[in-house]
């Protein structure tokens, strides 16, 4: 299992029903079910997943640690959101440690790996869905870094993933046709350098991927505005 694969698991009085409503929500909050800024309340979550209250306060205790839920004590919980800044930060954060990674990866790819990560980006460029892109390219960026056996740095680079799902999917709602070119260009041209060991240009490419969607989010701060469908604002704030 890769490094954006792994969901980080707590203990729970009923695992199996904490870690079942984790999922769910995980993935509502992937696809934009619950926007940042949304209020997650206990008994809507349960009623939805038909589940207890304590699983699904176990749940939210699993996503708080993924980053994406943060929990106010004697308050409530939200989908986390970040500032402009924040964001900012954890682009410029990925930009450094993500080529590490993947420099990390390649020595573990197998040919057939290296095949399998073509397919995504061929699929990625032939999608017009964009729900099937961001699944598409979290699964490659993630098989780019099934090789790495690491002891805190595949943690790292999964927890600043899910902090900046929602951000991806806006970036990838911004994006003009020419900038969706360059995107999947990216994409090959570190398929092929992973393919020839190229891993100088696999770094310098990934590291390119990353600040190219960090400028574009500077230039529209309102992707970072409260969502409308919150009755009280989270707050902005990503856990170390």
């Not at 990560?117 to 729900?131: G, H, K, P, Y």
Request: charged share 30%; net charge negative; proline share 5%.
């Amino acid at each position: 299992m890769s490094a954006l694969d792994q969901p980080a698991r707590g203990p729970s009085r009923d695992g199996n029903a904490s870690a079942r409503v984790a999922d769910a929500l995980r993935d509502a909050i992937s696809a934009g079910t619950y926007p940042p800024g949304s209020r997650l309340r206990q008994e809507e979550i349960a009623a939805r997943f038909g589940a207890s209250r304590v699983p699904v306060r176990e749940a939210l205790k699993i996503l708080e640690s993924d980053g994406l839920v943060t929990l106010v004590a004697n308050t409530g919980a939200w989908v986390s959101r970040l500032t402009l800044a924040e964001c900012e930060e954890v682009y410029q954060t990925r930009e450094r440690v993500e080529p590490l990674l993947l420099r990390l990866s390649a020595p573990g790819l197998t040919p057939v790996d290296i095949d399998r990560l073509e397919q995504f980006a061929e699929r990625m460029a032939q999608t017009s869905d964009v729900e099937e892109f961001l699944r598409l390219d979290r699964d490659f960026h993630a098989a780019t870094y099934a090789g790495a056996d690491t002891l805190v740095l595949g943690d790292l680079v999964r927890r600043l993933w899910n902090t900046t799902q929602p951000y991806r999917r806006a970036y990838t709602l911004l994006i003009d046709a020419h900038s969706q070119r360059i995107v999947h260009d990216e994409h090959h041209m570190i398929v092929t350098a992973l393919r020839d060991g190229d891993l100088d240009t696999a770094e310098r490419v990934i590291e390119g991927h990353i600040r190219r969607t960090r400028r574009l989010l500077a230039q529209h701060p309102e992707v970072f505005s409260p969502s409308e469908t919150t009755d009280h604002p989270a707050p902005a704030r990503v856990d170390e």
